[in-house]
């Protein structure tokens, strides 16, 4: 039997790093076999892989340069 509730209250002011992705700082992008990870304020591409998994991990310890600077 499915349950619709989480067994830990998802909360906007709970951050737990390295388990919960960060919302809307990068976009994934399937181009030719090749995941690429792209800012998604301004299009800076931070990661780039074969492998999905290892784009996600790579582009979540990037911060945008462009971004930033900005700022």
């Known amino acids: 039997m499915a349950t619709t509730h989480h067994p830990i209250p998802v909360s906007p002011f709970l951050n737990r790093p390295g388990l919960d992705p960060a919302p809307d700082r990068f976009a994934?992008?399937?181009?030719?076999?090749?995941w690429r990870a792209s800012c998604?304020?301004?299009?800076?591409?931070?990661?780039?892989?074969r492998r999905q998994a290892r784009v996600e991990r790579k582009a979540a310890?990037?911060?945008?340069?462009?971004?930033?600077?900005?700022?």
């Open 28 to 34: 994934l992008h399937l181009d030719c076999g090749t």
């Open 40 to 49: 998604t304020g301004c299009g800076y591409e931070l990661a780039e892989g």
């Open 61 to 71: 310890r990037r911060s945008c340069p462009v971004c930033v600077e900005v700022a």
